[in-house]
């Protein structure tokens, strides 16, 4: 049974940084490609960035230059950095991975 498990949300002013974190358990987590999404009111999950197995990422252009994915491979997380934060990237995140499993979410609040 896989388990995600995403914390490090919070409420943040404009320019601020947070990190997000989403720890796995239940499978082998380094052959895996992982991935953070995020859901803003009203609006369709998108995707935020991806990391794959061998360390190669993507992301979206809204967040490229401000955001960086990593993962530990040794402590099964992977980290979503953010840096410059905007208002617009208010949203609930999510991780997925292992096919389709999801975490449950963290809130993430940028005010201006």
Known sequence: QVQLVESGGGLVQA???LRLSCAASG?????NAMYWYRQAPGKQRELV????SGGSTNYAESVKGRFTISRDN???TVYLHMNSLKPEDTAVYYCKGFGD????????????
Do not use: L
Not at 27 to 31: H, T, V
Not at 49 to 52: E, K, L, M, S, T
């Open 74 to 76: 040794a402590k099964n």
């Open 49 to 52: 960035a991806v990391i794959r």
């Open 27 to 31: 499978s082998i987590f380094s052959i």
């Open 101 to 112: 499993y999801w975490g449950q979410g963290t809130q993430v609040t940028v005010s201006s």
């Open 15 to 17: 320019g601020g940084s």
